[in-house]
T-cell receptor, first 110, second 111 residues
Framework: GAGVSQSPRYKVAKRGQDVALRCDPISGHVSLFWYQQALGQGPEFLTYFQNEAQLDKSGLPSDRFFAERPEGSVSTLKIQRTQQEDSAVYLC????????FGPGTRLLVL | QKEVEQNSGPLSVPEGAIASLNCTYSDRGSQSFFWYRQYSGKSPELIMSIYSNGDKEDGRFTAQLNKASQYVSLLIRDSQPSDSATYLCAGGVNQGGKLIFGQGTELSVKP
């Protein structure tokens, strides 16, 4: 079946602009994770959903970051007033027992 | 100190050799461990999972876990140039929960 999909694949934003990143998980996967990966580093946990419930948002770096999964399927990660330090690859993973990653969204903030 | 530590490399091995990748973790509550392979510009791809002490083999890959020493390793036998990638070690406290990743080890297999 289809894997995890993410859109857009690339996003260039001007500093101060709001962005929204979308994740479509594997059908039937209850758990959904967002990670941020800086160049040359491993992914860093941002937030976790089980169905529509956001169970852990301890990794969100500031209140400019917001995630939702209103119907327990598609999830959106929103970053308000983007800053240059937000430039990274944003990875979504869905899970039944093990996590499978989407292709990521590469965000560049100028 | 990061919760999951890996040597960043690069680790260079000749084709056909055994590549040994190592990882240590600090959270004794970690119960599950994973090795992901990440090609440049691509997303992480799961290679192995291991939950109990000892060895777990899958084809050319063997994962080893020693909870007393808080140590996880990945051996790749008969290394191929196509194995050249960054290998990420990750640990989780709860099965199905968030993962803590190391910074990754870059492996280069020379023909």
């Amino acid at each position: 079946g289809a894997g995890v999909s993410q859109s857009p694949r690339y996003k260039v934003a001007k500093r101060g602009q709001d962005v929204a990143l979308r994740c479509d998980p594997i059908s039937g996967h209850v758990s959904l994770f967002w990670y941020q990966q800086a160049l040359g580093q491993g992914p860093e946990f941002l937030t976790y959903f089980q169905n529509e419930a956001q169970l852990d948002k301890s990794g969100l770096p500031s209140d400019r970051f917001f995630a939702e999964r209103p119907e327990g399927s598609v999830s959106t990660l929103k970053i308000q007033r983007t800053q240059q330090e937000d430039s990274a690859v944003y990875l979504c993973a869905s899970s039944f027992e093990t996590q499978y990653f989407g292709p990521g969204t590469r965000l560049l903030v100028l | 100190q990061k919760e999951v530590e890996q040597n960043s490399g690069p680790l260079s091995v000749p084709e056909g050799a055994i590549a040994s990748l190592n990882c240590t973790y600090s959270d004794r509550g970690s119960q599950s461990f994973f090795w992901y392979r990440q090609y440049s510009g691509k997303s992480p791809e799961l290679i192995m999972s291991i939950y109990s002490n000892g060895d777990k083999e899958d084809g050319r890959f063997t994962a080893q876990l020693n909870k007393a020493s808080q140590y996880v390793s990945l051996l790749i036998r008969d290394s191929q140039p196509s194995d050249s990638a960054t290998y990420l070690c990750a640990g989780g406290v709860n099965q199905g929960g968030k993962l803590i990743f190391g910074q990754g080890t870059e492996l280069s297999v020379k023909p």
